[in-house]
Every structure is written in C-alpha cells, then in structure tokens.
C-alpha cells in the first residue's frame, strides 16, 4: 500500500490511536517496563479526575443500555431500534441504550452509589434547579460517544415524540472534546484501515444503520 514507517507507525496507523498509546502497547506485548515521569500534585490530580470521570461515564453506559435491554423501562427504545431494523448485535455493539422517563432514576441511583452531585453536574448527566438536582437525559434513546480506544466519554439523546430539543449532547468535559474525535471510530477504524477510506455521514442513526447492514468504514 506503499505506506512508510515502524513498528510503532503500523500500530498507530492499524489502531487509530497516538504514539504513546502505542509504545504502551507494544511495550506491555514485549514485557518491557516503561519509564515513570514524576507528575506535579496539579497533573496527579488531573489524571484521577479524569480516571474517576471514564469510570462514571462507564457507569451511566451501563445505566443506560440495562434500561433498554432489560427492563420495562425501555420497552419504547426497542420499538424505535425495532423500527429502524437495529439487530440485537448492533445494539450490543454500540451500546446503545435509554434514559428512562423519570426526573431522577439515574441521579438517584448514582448519588446512593457515592457519586457527587458535582461530577454528575460536570458530565452533563444532571441538571440542577432551584438547588435540586435532577436526569439531564429523560426518555431519549442514547447512544454512548466513545473515544478511539473504546472509552466513554459522552452521549447523545434522542427524543421518540416532538419534543424538543429533538437531540441532546454531553457538555464538553476533561475527558470530552468534541472536536477531537468522530463518533463510531472506535467501531470504524479498522474497516477504515482495511477499505482505504471513511465515508462520514451526518447523524448517529445514519453511523448505525450503515453498521448495522455491513458497512463498517462509516464514521
């Protein structure tokens, strides 16, 4: 394909991901110890909130997706995937999942689990008013944003009546910038790789439905 470079080029290029990622990898593979740069109390800081924010996110994916394929609650979410002829695969794949028509389910379970009203408010998966805090996603289909590693760091939601506004993002957060990455790369990259070329398409359902009939390179 008349492509240059390393060992670590092939990796970054075949894994959509940077080259420290990549030396991590490789370095883990060959069983070599990496280095440790010493990190300032502000950058140790930074790092925790980001870990501690990935795993919230990581959490309310899960939230999300159990309500869709587990419970009464998302039994309307089915029907709109039903609808759009969604395999049970395709769901599994990206996760896809519901926010219940309720002003607290997830603030309420999360907060029982230790989770501070404040990271909650940060991730934009809350709202607060009038001192109360309450689901900044109510019954809306959701479908996570990952980033290139598989990692959650967004949603989006998806209104199934007039209501508006017809869809709803994640604020931009430590761990979240929308500018840096396209939804589905995670999925995409290697049918990317393996095609020679992205096609990009507008919306998330258009990013699934392609998927979901076989076409892997749509991002």
Known sequence: ????????????????????????????????????????????ARERQRSRLYEINEMACTFFHNCLVKTHYGEKGLAYFRQRHVSDETIRTFRLGFAPDSWDKLTEAFQKKGIAKEELLLLGLAKESNHKVYDAFRNRVIFPIRDGRGKTVAFGGRVLDDSKPKYLNS??????DKRSLLFAMDVAHKGIYEKGRAVLVEGYMDVISAHNRGITNVV
């Open 171 to 176: 604020p931009e957060t430590p761990v979240f």
């Open 1 to 44: 394909c008349h492509a240059s470079g390393d060992v670590f080029t092939f990796i970054m290029k075949k894994e959509n991901i940077s080259f420290s990622e990549a030396v991590e990898i490789l370095a883990a593979r060959a069983h070599i110890a990496l280095p440790a740069f010493e990190q300032t109390p502000a950058e140790q």
